[in-house]
């Protein structure tokens, strides 16, 4: 029987696993839940924002879903030492289970295009993968400082680390088009140069059906919403990955609605890309799309129920067809769309 480990976690995430979890049972009855603590929530009951009774669990399971972790900016969590604010447990929780790949799906569905900040001709030839590296850089990197009037952060690769997550962007893009588009700052940084070197050698060595396209990151910041439709597959380095995903976020028109897969070599994360959402958090109006494709994510990538998850995706589309929330400019509540989703399957 798979295992799923649910992190509801703090603010909406709650609200927003509920439907979530409503329809993962629905298509996968079988599938075993454990409900853990994570984030700021965690830390008041706990003492720890990643409690050892999660570690072990999360390590244990076949993937895990999670919510959102943390508050308000004039939380008390937030004055906690850095190891003990929610957003650390996140981050404690991506090491524990080796997440190195990030992906984001972004596209602009059917019947949403007016609700995009481009032009809807823009709007409708957005799909693209973006494929972020998610353990190393300057994230993650130790050496790293505050001495005196003076501070100092260091993006570190190796050519393993590089590999790994390239290998996952090429795989993914021979189920799509068979582009990639890696993303780098060589002209610039000798690190940039090792990741281009090792993506170009990967792509000639393995994968030689697959288009491969080099470009800065500045440029790709530029045309991602100028000709958004020039991109399939993107793969880059931990911190360009953060701004170009979020930046790809705001095109469907709603954070609401992006889903995440992050996967390792063992048990998959999965979790919409949005915040807790504090100021909205317990009315009732928190959009679950992003949490509901996150489960169709996990069933694709840690279950290996690709139909399953085709059957979610196409419900979530027919229920956006008649049912929002007030984010896409309708008045829906969670549940009313929870349960669109679930009358469309």
């Known amino acids: 029987m798979p295992k799923v480990v649910v992190l509801p976690g703090d603010g909406i995430g709650p609200e927003i696993c509920k439907s979530a979890v409503q329809v993962l049972q629905a298509v996968a009855p079988d599938v075993e839940l454990d409900y853990q603590l994570l984030g700021g929530g965690a830390y008041d009951q706990t003492g720890s924002p990643f409690p050892d009774a ?23 969590w937030n004055s906690l030492p850095r190891p003990l604010r929610p957003e650390s447990g996140l981050l404690q929780l991506r090491q524990a289970l080796g997440v190195y790949a990030n992906l984001r799906p972004v596209k602009v569905m059917p019947g949403l295009e007016s609700l995009s900040p481009l032009r809807e001709d823009l709007a409708r030839q957005v799909d693209v993968l973006i494929v972020r590296e998610l353990l190393g850089g300057a994230y993650f990197d130790p050496r790293r400082a505050i001495e005196g009037e003076s501070a100092y952060n260091t993006i570190g690769y190796s050519k393993s680390e590089v590999d790994r997550v390239a290998r996952v962007a090429f795989d993914a893009a021979r ?8 993303v780098d700052k060589a002209n610039v940084l000798e690190v940039s140069e090792l990741w281009r070197g090792v993506v170009q050698n990967l792509r000639d060595s393995e994968y030689p059906d697959i288009l491969l396209e080099h470009e800065y990151v500045d440029s790709v ?5 100028k000709t958004p439709g020039r991109y399939d597959v993107i793969v880059t380095e931990n911190l360009f990955g953060d701004i170009l995903s979020d930046l790809a976020a705001v095109i469907p028109g709603s954070l609401g609605v992006m889903p995440s897969a992050s996967l390792g070599d063992g048990p998959g994360l999965y979790e919409p890309i949005h915040g807790s959402a504090p100021d909205i958090a317990g009315n009732g109006i928190a959009n679950p799309t992003g949490t509901i494709l ?25 229920a956006l067809e008649k049912v929002r ?11 009313e769309l929870g349960q669109a989703v679930l009358a469309g399957l």
Do not use: F, H
Request: proline share 3%; hydrophobic share 45%.
């Open 54 to 76: 999660t570690r072990e669990a999360v390590m244990n399971c076949d993937a895990v879903l999670l919510g959102t972790v943390g508050g308000a900016q004039n939380s008390p």
């Open 221 to 225: 910041a530029m045309l991602l919403v």
């Open 325 to 335: 929330t007030p984010d896409l400019g309708g008045q829906a509540t969670t549940q």
């Open 294 to 318: 996150s489960v169709a994510m996990l069933l694709r990538y840690s279950l290996g129920r690709g139909e399953e998850a085709g059957l979610i995706e196409a419900a979530v589309q027919a």
């Open 175 to 182: 189920a799509r088009k068979k582009e990639v588009t890696s």
